[in-house]
Protein backbone atom coordinates (compact mmCIF):
# COMPACT_ATOMS: atom_id res chain seq x y z
CA UNK A 1 0.00 0.00 0.00
CA UNK A 2 0.88 3.51 -0.66
CA UNK A 3 2.88 5.50 2.10
CA UNK A 4 2.40 9.18 2.20
CA UNK A 5 4.46 11.82 3.53
CA UNK A 6 1.71 14.72 3.70
CA UNK A 7 -1.60 13.93 5.23
CA UNK A 8 -4.96 16.16 4.71
CA UNK A 9 -8.43 16.23 4.27
CA UNK A 10 -10.31 18.16 1.87
CA UNK A 11 -14.05 17.58 2.17
CA UNK A 12 -15.82 17.72 -0.95
CA UNK A 13 -18.57 19.66 0.36
CA UNK A 14 -19.68 21.06 4.16
CA UNK A 15 -22.37 17.99 4.38
CA UNK A 16 -19.21 15.33 4.81
CA UNK A 17 -18.83 14.77 8.91
CA UNK A 18 -16.11 12.25 8.98
CA UNK A 19 -13.74 10.57 6.98
CA UNK A 20 -10.84 7.85 6.67
CA UNK A 21 -7.81 8.40 5.60
CA UNK A 22 -7.44 5.66 2.61
CA UNK A 23 -4.26 4.74 4.11
CA UNK A 24 -3.20 3.07 6.84
CA UNK A 25 0.68 3.21 6.41
CA UNK A 26 1.97 6.08 8.44
CA UNK A 27 5.85 7.20 8.20
CA UNK A 28 7.13 8.81 11.39
CA UNK A 29 8.49 12.43 10.21
CA UNK A 30 4.98 12.86 8.07
CA UNK A 31 3.27 16.19 7.92
CA UNK A 32 -0.31 15.79 9.63
CA UNK A 33 -2.34 19.05 8.55
CA UNK A 34 -5.47 19.64 10.43
CA UNK A 35 -7.67 22.13 9.35
CA UNK A 36 -9.23 25.02 11.74
CA UNK A 37 -12.98 23.35 11.46
CA UNK A 38 -11.40 19.58 11.99
CA UNK A 39 -10.56 17.35 14.36
CA UNK A 40 -7.91 14.06 13.44
CA UNK A 41 -8.02 10.90 15.45
CA UNK A 42 -5.63 7.90 15.45
CA UNK A 43 -6.69 4.44 15.41
CA UNK A 44 -5.12 1.19 16.04
CA UNK A 45 -7.58 -2.43 16.21
CA UNK A 46 -10.02 -0.64 16.48
CA UNK A 47 -8.87 1.49 19.87
CA UNK A 48 -8.33 5.55 19.63
CA UNK A 49 -5.25 6.07 20.41
CA UNK A 50 -4.21 9.65 19.76
CA UNK A 51 -5.84 12.82 18.88
CA UNK A 52 -4.97 16.14 17.35
CA UNK A 53 -6.67 19.16 17.24
CA UNK A 54 -6.21 22.29 14.52
CA UNK A 55 -2.82 22.91 13.29
CA UNK A 56 0.42 21.26 11.01
CA UNK A 57 1.62 18.31 12.78
CA UNK A 58 5.07 16.32 12.53
CA UNK A 59 4.56 12.93 13.51
CA UNK A 60 6.92 11.61 15.90
CA UNK A 61 7.29 9.37 18.91
CA UNK A 62 6.92 12.55 20.97
CA UNK A 63 3.49 13.77 19.92
CA UNK A 64 2.21 9.67 19.58
CA UNK A 65 3.18 8.46 22.87
CA UNK A 66 0.46 6.18 22.97
CA UNK A 67 0.44 4.78 19.79
CA UNK A 68 4.27 4.40 20.76
CA UNK A 69 3.33 2.25 23.53
CA UNK A 70 1.66 -0.10 21.75
CA UNK A 71 3.54 -0.74 18.42
CA UNK A 72 6.93 0.20 20.43
CA UNK A 73 7.90 2.84 17.26
CA UNK A 74 11.74 3.30 16.87
CA UNK A 75 13.07 6.26 17.18
CA UNK A 76 13.66 9.01 14.13
CA UNK A 77 14.05 8.09 10.17
CA UNK A 78 11.30 7.51 7.88
CA UNK A 79 10.00 4.20 9.36
CA UNK A 80 6.56 3.35 8.60
CA UNK A 81 3.97 2.28 11.00
CA UNK A 82 0.27 0.96 10.58
CA UNK A 83 -2.53 3.15 11.83
CA UNK A 84 -6.02 4.59 10.72
CA UNK A 85 -6.59 8.31 10.73
CA UNK A 86 -9.85 9.36 11.07
CA UNK A 87 -10.64 13.28 10.46
CA UNK A 88 -14.12 14.89 11.65
CA UNK A 89 -15.97 18.13 10.11
CA UNK A 90 -16.66 19.93 13.66
CA UNK A 91 -18.57 22.71 11.15
CA UNK A 92 -22.56 22.88 12.76
CA UNK A 93 -24.59 22.38 9.96
CA UNK A 94 -27.50 24.75 10.86
CA UNK A 95 -30.08 23.71 7.51
CA UNK A 96 -30.82 20.52 7.87
CA UNK A 97 -34.91 19.42 6.75
CA UNK A 98 -37.18 17.68 8.96
CA UNK A 99 -40.61 16.41 8.24
CA UNK A 100 -43.40 14.14 9.26
CA UNK A 101 -43.40 11.33 6.89
CA UNK A 102 -47.30 10.89 7.21
CA UNK A 103 -49.92 12.71 9.49
CA UNK A 104 -50.20 12.77 13.14
CA UNK A 105 -53.49 11.23 14.27
CA UNK A 106 -55.24 14.21 17.29
CA UNK A 107 -58.59 14.35 18.87
CA UNK A 108 -58.92 18.26 19.03
CA UNK A 109 -60.21 19.10 22.37
CA UNK A 110 -61.64 22.60 21.27
CA UNK A 111 -64.13 20.46 18.78
CA UNK A 112 -63.93 16.62 20.05
CA UNK A 113 -63.37 15.23 16.31
CA UNK A 114 -60.32 13.51 15.27
CA UNK A 115 -58.04 15.69 12.88
CA UNK A 116 -54.81 14.78 11.56
CA UNK A 117 -52.16 17.38 11.18
CA UNK A 118 -48.70 17.31 9.22
CA UNK A 119 -45.33 18.97 10.22
CA UNK A 120 -42.26 21.06 8.87
CA UNK A 121 -38.94 22.31 10.04
CA UNK A 122 -35.34 22.93 10.43
CA UNK A 123 -32.65 21.26 12.75
CA UNK A 124 -28.79 21.43 13.01
CA UNK A 125 -26.11 19.34 14.87
CA UNK A 126 -22.73 19.53 15.72
CA UNK A 127 -19.85 17.00 16.29
CA UNK A 128 -19.08 17.98 20.21
CA UNK A 129 -17.30 14.74 21.02
CA UNK A 130 -15.38 13.09 18.38
CA UNK A 131 -14.15 9.88 19.64
CA UNK A 132 -17.85 8.63 20.81
CA UNK A 133 -19.46 10.07 17.61
CA UNK A 134 -16.66 7.62 15.63
CA UNK A 135 -17.29 4.70 18.15
CA UNK A 136 -21.16 5.09 18.17
CA UNK A 137 -21.84 6.19 14.49
CA UNK A 138 -19.19 5.16 11.94
CA UNK A 139 -18.33 1.80 12.95
CA UNK A 140 -16.83 -0.04 10.15
CA UNK A 141 -17.95 2.92 7.53
CA UNK A 142 -14.78 4.93 6.14
CA UNK A 143 -17.20 7.51 5.40
CA UNK A 144 -20.98 9.59 6.94
CA UNK A 145 -22.16 13.14 5.73
CA UNK A 146 -25.05 14.75 6.88
CA UNK A 147 -27.57 12.51 4.51
CA UNK A 148 -26.62 9.38 6.78
CA UNK A 149 -26.90 10.99 10.20
CA UNK A 150 -30.68 12.21 9.50
CA UNK A 151 -31.55 8.59 7.69
CA UNK A 152 -30.40 7.03 11.41
CA UNK A 153 -31.81 9.40 13.55
CA UNK A 154 -35.20 10.39 11.32
CA UNK A 155 -37.82 8.26 12.93
CA UNK A 156 -36.78 9.05 16.34
CA UNK A 157 -36.93 12.62 15.56
CA UNK A 158 -40.28 12.52 14.29
CA UNK A 159 -41.06 10.43 17.07
CA UNK A 160 -40.65 13.13 20.10
CA UNK A 161 -41.94 15.73 17.57
CA UNK A 162 -45.22 13.93 17.53
CA UNK A 163 -45.51 13.12 21.28
CA UNK A 164 -44.84 16.40 22.06
CA UNK A 165 -47.54 17.91 19.69
CA UNK A 166 -49.86 15.04 20.58
CA UNK A 167 -49.20 16.18 24.49
CA UNK A 168 -50.09 19.69 23.92
CA UNK A 169 -53.61 19.14 22.21
CA UNK A 170 -54.48 16.43 24.26
CA UNK A 171 -54.05 18.37 27.32
CA UNK A 172 -56.81 20.67 25.98
CA UNK A 173 -54.43 23.76 26.53
CA UNK A 174 -54.30 24.02 22.43
CA UNK A 175 -56.43 23.74 19.29
CA UNK A 176 -55.33 22.74 16.01
CA UNK A 177 -56.07 26.06 15.38
CA UNK A 178 -54.37 28.28 17.39
CA UNK A 179 -50.89 25.50 17.76
CA UNK A 180 -49.28 27.64 15.35
CA UNK A 181 -48.89 30.16 17.98
CA UNK A 182 -47.27 27.91 20.44
CA UNK A 183 -44.72 26.68 17.87
CA UNK A 184 -41.39 28.08 19.82
CA UNK A 185 -42.42 26.47 22.95
CA UNK A 186 -43.23 23.30 20.96
CA UNK A 187 -39.80 23.21 19.66
CA UNK A 188 -38.18 23.68 22.51
CA UNK A 189 -39.54 21.10 24.19
CA UNK A 190 -38.24 18.80 21.27
CA UNK A 191 -35.12 20.29 21.21
CA UNK A 192 -34.75 19.13 25.37
CA UNK A 193 -36.30 15.55 24.77
CA UNK A 194 -34.20 14.77 21.27
CA UNK A 195 -31.08 16.95 22.13
CA UNK A 196 -30.53 14.35 24.64
CA UNK A 197 -30.74 11.54 22.63
CA UNK A 198 -27.67 13.05 20.29
CA UNK A 199 -25.54 13.48 22.96
CA UNK A 200 -24.92 9.52 23.28
CA UNK A 201 -23.90 9.42 19.90
CA UNK A 202 -21.29 12.83 21.03
CA UNK A 203 -23.60 14.91 18.58
CA UNK A 204 -24.72 18.26 19.76
CA UNK A 205 -28.52 19.64 18.85
CA UNK A 206 -27.53 23.19 17.40
CA UNK A 207 -31.12 24.28 16.51
CA UNK A 208 -34.47 22.91 15.96
CA UNK A 209 -37.34 25.09 14.85
CA UNK A 210 -41.04 24.60 12.97
CA UNK A 211 -41.93 26.21 9.98
CA UNK A 212 -45.90 25.14 9.77
CA UNK A 213 -48.10 22.78 11.42
CA UNK A 214 -50.50 21.92 8.62
CA UNK A 215 -53.65 20.34 8.42
CA UNK A 216 -55.39 18.59 5.63
CA UNK A 217 -58.05 20.75 3.65
CA UNK A 218 -60.21 18.29 4.08
CA UNK A 219 -59.91 18.11 7.70
CA UNK A 220 -60.26 22.28 7.56
CA UNK A 221 -63.38 21.79 5.69
CA UNK A 222 -64.94 19.87 8.12
CA UNK A 223 -64.19 21.84 11.37
CA UNK A 224 -65.54 24.85 9.08
CA UNK A 225 -68.65 22.93 8.75
CA UNK A 226 -69.37 22.07 12.17
CA UNK A 227 -68.17 26.33 12.84
CA UNK A 228 -71.26 27.05 10.37
CA UNK A 229 -73.97 24.65 12.30
CA UNK A 230 -73.05 26.53 15.90
CA UNK A 231 -73.48 29.36 14.20
CA UNK A 232 -77.05 27.96 12.97
CA UNK A 233 -77.35 26.24 16.44
CA UNK A 234 -76.73 30.12 17.85
CA UNK A 235 -79.45 31.60 16.12
CA UNK A 236 -82.25 29.20 18.10
CA UNK A 237 -81.87 31.68 21.07
CA UNK A 238 -83.17 29.64 24.23
CA UNK A 239 -81.03 26.65 22.86
CA UNK A 240 -78.13 26.06 24.30
CA UNK A 241 -74.83 25.32 22.79
CA UNK A 242 -73.07 24.41 25.89
CA UNK A 243 -72.89 20.60 24.71
CA UNK A 244 -72.12 21.48 21.42
CA UNK A 245 -72.74 18.11 19.73
CA UNK A 246 -76.44 17.38 21.39
CA UNK A 247 -77.40 21.13 20.30
CA UNK A 248 -76.46 21.13 16.57
CA UNK A 249 -77.86 17.52 15.89
CA UNK A 250 -80.81 18.62 17.90
CA UNK A 251 -81.33 21.38 15.51
CA UNK A 252 -80.39 19.42 12.75
CA UNK A 253 -83.04 16.87 13.22
CA UNK A 254 -86.16 19.97 14.00
CA UNK A 255 -85.26 20.95 10.34
CA UNK A 256 -86.04 17.70 9.21
CA UNK A 257 -89.08 17.84 11.36
CA UNK A 258 -90.18 20.91 9.96
CA UNK A 259 -90.74 19.37 6.11
CA UNK A 260 -92.92 16.40 7.83
CA UNK A 261 -96.26 17.96 7.67
CA UNK A 262 -97.88 14.67 9.04
CA UNK A 263 -96.01 14.35 11.37
CA UNK A 264 -94.57 17.29 13.98
CA UNK A 265 -91.31 17.44 15.94
CA UNK A 266 -91.52 14.75 18.53
CA UNK A 267 -92.28 11.61 16.38
CA UNK A 268 -89.35 12.54 14.28
CA UNK A 269 -86.95 12.98 17.18
CA UNK A 270 -88.56 9.78 18.51
CA UNK A 271 -87.88 7.86 15.64
CA UNK A 272 -84.31 8.27 15.34
CA UNK A 273 -83.59 7.25 18.46
CA UNK A 274 -82.52 10.13 20.66
CA UNK A 275 -84.53 9.22 23.40
CA UNK A 276 -88.11 11.26 25.01
CA UNK A 277 -85.82 12.75 27.05
CA UNK A 278 -84.14 15.00 24.36
CA UNK A 279 -87.43 15.31 22.49
CA UNK A 280 -89.31 16.61 25.71
CA UNK A 281 -86.73 19.00 26.31
CA UNK A 282 -86.23 20.60 22.44
CA UNK A 283 -89.88 20.47 22.18
CA UNK A 284 -90.93 22.36 25.20
CA UNK A 285 -88.11 25.19 24.58
CA UNK A 286 -89.64 25.75 21.34
CA UNK A 287 -92.71 25.88 22.22
CA UNK A 288 -91.96 27.61 25.82
CA UNK A 289 -90.43 30.57 23.83
CA UNK A 290 -90.13 32.04 20.16
CA UNK A 291 -86.40 32.24 19.01
CA UNK A 292 -84.80 35.49 19.49
CA UNK A 293 -83.79 36.63 16.35
CA UNK A 294 -80.20 38.05 15.87
CA UNK A 295 -79.76 41.24 14.04
CA UNK A 296 -77.95 41.51 10.73
CA UNK A 297 -75.24 42.91 12.16
CA UNK A 298 -74.24 40.14 14.72
CA UNK A 299 -74.44 37.89 12.22
CA UNK A 300 -72.27 39.72 9.85
CA UNK A 301 -69.73 40.19 13.04
CA UNK A 302 -69.98 36.61 13.76
CA UNK A 303 -68.94 35.74 9.71
CA UNK A 304 -66.73 38.21 9.26
CA UNK A 305 -64.79 36.42 12.93
CA UNK A 306 -64.98 33.04 10.98
CA UNK A 307 -63.31 34.47 7.70
CA UNK A 308 -60.52 36.21 9.85
CA UNK A 309 -60.10 33.31 11.88
CA UNK A 310 -59.17 31.20 8.82
CA UNK A 311 -62.55 28.77 9.30
CA UNK A 312 -64.23 29.38 6.12
CA UNK A 313 -62.31 30.55 2.76
CA UNK A 314 -62.88 34.02 1.05
CA UNK A 315 -65.34 32.34 -1.76
CA UNK A 316 -67.56 31.11 1.22
CA UNK A 317 -67.47 34.19 3.55
CA UNK A 318 -68.50 36.59 0.47
CA UNK A 319 -71.42 33.71 -0.76
CA UNK A 320 -72.90 33.76 2.61
CA UNK A 321 -72.56 37.32 3.43
CA UNK A 322 -74.41 38.12 0.12
CA UNK A 323 -77.04 35.83 1.31
CA UNK A 324 -77.34 37.58 4.69
CA UNK A 325 -78.02 41.06 3.32
CA UNK A 326 -80.35 39.42 0.41
CA UNK A 327 -82.74 37.83 3.83
CA UNK A 328 -82.36 41.60 5.33
Keep these: MAIFDRIKYDPNDDTELVWKFPSDEITLGSQLIVQSTQEAIFRKNGQNVDFFEAGSHTLSTNNLPILNSLVKLPFGGKTPFAAEIWFLNKTPKRDLKWGTTSPIPLIDPKFGIPVNVRAFGQWGIEISDSITFIDQMVGARNFADTTQIYEYFRGELIQDISEIISNAISSGSLSVFNINAALSNIATAASETFGSRLKKYGITLT ?10 QEELEKMQGIMLKRMEAEQLGSVQVSDSFKTIKTFDILSEAAKNEGGGVLPVLTQIGLGSALA ?16 IEEK ?25 LEDF
Design 207 to 216: NLSFDRINIP
Design 280 to 295: GSAATQMAASKPQEIG
Design 300 to 324: LKKLKSLFDGGLINANEYELKKTKL
